[in-house]
């Protein structure tokens, strides 16, 4: 993977200057999911995650680290949609389950489990995506979303589907 040697607990803010960390994925991966037109140079979720303003930080088959405004992810209350939550939760743990299936495979959720703890209505949440089972056909992972203040917002789990490309 493409990234810094020392790899953030908290990545940047949101701003002008902030842009997706480009992966390097498996030359067959990437190829397969620019057909698709998905842009594997920022990999971030696809159409959605770019809508969404995703941002990946980190990423590796144990972890994954993203970042999302509130600002344009909120329901009709002002707080950050409960579906948002889940939006990042599912992009984190497939990028995660995706580069654990290695080459010639790829990742599809088929279980995806979020709890609301609190709310958040301003700044930049970040996700954490952590490998909680890596097998041949199937990946866990619990993904912790936490507001500016490190205060944790929502918890999640995701399984995935590994599958030949």
Do not use: W
């Amino acid at each position: 993977m493409s990234t810094q040697s020392e790899q953030p607990e908290q990545p940047e803010q949101a701003g002008a200057d902030r842009g997706p960390l480009v992966l390097t994925l498996p030359k067959d991966v990437a190829d397969h999911f620019a057909e698709l037109g998905v842009e594997p140079s920022t990999f971030s979720g696809g159409r959605l995650g770019d809508k969404m303003d995703i941002r990946i930080a980190e990423a590796s088959p144990d972890r994954v680290v993203g970042t999302m405004p509130v600002e344009g992810n909120q329901q009709p209350y002002g707080l950050l949609h409960g579906g948002a939550s889940a939006a990042l939760a599912e992009t984190l743990g497939s990028i995660g389950a995706m580069l654990h299936a290695g080459p010639g495979r790829y990742a599809v959720g088929v279980d995806l489990n979020v709890t609301h703890h609190r709310s958040a209505t301003s700044g930049l949440v970040t996700g954490v995506a952590t490998a909680v089972y890596k097998g041949r056909t199937a990946a866990t992972y619990e993904i912790a979303i936490t507001d500016d203040t490190g205060r944790r917002i929502t918890s999640c789990r995701l399984t995935c589907a590994l599958r030949d490309l």
